[in-house]
């Protein structure tokens, strides 16, 4: 008779917690499958939040651009976001699932959870820094401030991207210098290579030149790298004059290119003008000061 009961007590034992634990354990592994895919899902469709091109121009590149699918950039944003995402909801699932275990089997979870409560205060007073870096890290890549590859001015430093993760932003110098930034000590961003550039040139050209041959070398120049250049997006354009300066007359010229091509089509302009203001004896000026002699009156 005793040992029917202890058959008994082992068998209500082994369908009791046991089963209870499968079932959280199974649960578990469901949930965990739906939220990953779920944050994956949602992640794909906060991309078109990001800032997003006006108008679709034929000889940009169609990776840099936002369309109706989703872009490789939108991609890189996504896969990192989803990353990190994924494992803190896994961490959290299984974490649940390990508590709900353990109060299965017959341990007290009130000590566990209260510890965890003020181990959890205590790390927040000490690392609100990092959460801030974090946050801020999750903000830039969900609205696309930047990304691997564009050229930005972060404040104290500027350069090119070279990684981008949830708490620091790599950044390479045109010297060779590597930033590491914190996200959350960007304040403001200035991306110069996001969706199209601008090269910006301001010519300056002596006094006694004809302004309207000076624009008509400038634009002929202008045009000619436009056609020959696919970095060049649109016509440029020249605004005509910028400024009347001490030593001459400033033109401004605006050349709208792909991103980050904004200095090569620079270059470009300006050795093309110079030889063509050297071919049609336009004088660029230098800097020139009058100096009058007034002689002593004699007494």
């Given amino acids: ?116 409560g003020v181990l959890g205060v205590a790390i927040g007073f000490g690392s609100q820094s990092l959460v801030r870096d974090f946050l801020s890290g999750a903000f830039i890549l969900v609205e696309d401030q930047f990304g691997v590859g564009d050229i930005v001015d972060v404040g104290e430093a500027s350069g090119t991207v070279e990684a981008v993760s949830l708490r620091t932003t790599r950044l390479r110098a045109i010297d060779g210098t590597v930033w590491h930034v914190p996200n959350g000590e960007i304040r403001r961003v200035g991306n110069m290579s996001q969706h199209w550039s601008r090269a910006l040139l301001d010519i300056e050209v002596a006094y006694d030149t004809v302004v309207e041959h000076a624009r008509s070398v400038i634009e002929g120049v202008a045009d000619s790298v436009w056609e020959e250049d696919d970095g060049v997006l649109e016509e440029p354009e020249l605004w005509g004059v910028e400024q009347l300066g001490a030593n001459g007359v400033m033109l401004r010229l605006v050349v709208k290119t792909t991103p980050s091509q904004q200095w090569r089509v620079s270059r470009e302009l300006r050795e093309r003008i110079k030889a063509a203001f050297d071919e049609e004896g336009i004088e660029i000026p230098f800097p020139q000061q009058t100096v009058w002699h007034k002689p002593a009156e004699v007494s």
């Fill in 1 to 116: 008779m005793l040992d029917d009961e202890k058959l008994s007590h082992v068998a209500d034992w082994l369908l009791g917690p046991p089963l209870k634990i499968l079932a959280i354990l199974v649960l578990a592994s469901v949930a965990n499958w739906v939220g990953r895919r779920a944050v994956k899902r949602s992640l794909t469709k906060l991309h078109s939040g990001a800032v997003r091109e006006l108008d679709a121009r034929k000889r940009t590149p169609a990776a840099l651009l936002e369309t109706g699918e989703t872009s490789v950039r939108a991609e890189q944003r996504i896969d990192a976001l989803s990353s990190v995402l994924r494992s803190v909801l896994s961490f959290v699932i299984w974490a649940t699932a390990a508590l709900m275990c353990l109060g299965e089997v017959g341990i007290d979870l009130g000590p566990l959870i209260a510890g965890a």
